[in-house]
Every structure is written in C-alpha cells, then in structure tokens.
Nanobody, 124 residues
Framework: QVQLVESGGGLAQPGGSLRLSCAASGFTFSTYAMSWARQAPGKGLEWVSGIDSDGSDTYYTDSVKGRFTISRDNAKNTVYLQMSSLKPEDTALYYC?????????????????WGQGTQVTVSS
C-alpha cells in the first residue's frame, strides 16, 4: 500500500533552517508529482510547494519563494523540502502529498495520498 512518511520537523529559531523529508513506498515514485502542504493552528490547508515527476518543474507559494527549496531523489523514493530563513509564520504541521499524475499541480483534489505530517515550530 502507499505510504508517505515525513520527518525532519522540529523547533527552529527565526532565521534558522530545517530540512523535511518524505519517504515514499508502495508506488512507482518516479512517475508521480509530489507536493508539500501545511496547516497552521486554526487555519486552513496551504499549498507550499510541488515538484513534477522528474524534478524539472517546481511550484512555490509566494510566502516561501526564495526561502524554501523542494527537491526529489527518485533513486531513494524521497522528496525534500529545504526551509531556510524561517519565520514564526512558518509554524505549521507540514504534510507530504502524492499527486494523481506526473505533472505539477497545486490542487488538493489532484492528490490522492497524504502523510501523517511533521510539526515545524519557529520560535525564539
């Protein structure tokens, strides 16, 4: 069965960095786009970043452009989110999601599997 397991969250100071990982199994990872989304306390789901199946195309929401970098290693079935210059407003539960196809998408309905999430807290 499809499994997505996030890791790498934790507590970071403002201006600090964290690297999230999402280990995938149960499907042919290299043929699907992957995404990261987040949900802050009391707020709705926000699409953060996405990457197509071969890593040639990426998407970032405006609030993280220039600070976050998404990447993937198809040999390791893993997608990453490198987060730098972290801000308190980046505090959220971060989810990894599998797309229904190879192309980049930021539409929630076009993703069919989600991980359990990893908590990121940015505070001094």
């Amino acid at each position: 069965q499809v499994q997505l397991v996030e890791s790498g969250g934790g507590l970071a100071q403002p201006g600090g960095s964290l690297r999230l990982s999402c280990a995938a199994s149960g499907f042919t990872f290299s043929t699907y786009a992957m995404s990261w989304a987040r949900q802050a306390p009391g707020k709705g789901l926000e699409w953060v970043s996405g990457i197509d199946s071969d890593g040639s195309d990426t998407y970032y929401t405006d609030s993280v452009k220039g600070r976050f970098t998404i990447s993937r290693d198809n040999a390791k079935n893993t997608v990453y989110l490198q987060m730098s210059s972290l801000k308190p407003e980046d505090t959220a539960l971060y989810y990894c999601a599998k797309s229904r196809g190879p192309g980049l998408t930021a539409v929630e309905e076009e993703h069919d599997y989600w991980g359990q999430g990893t908590q990121v807290t940015v505070s001094s």
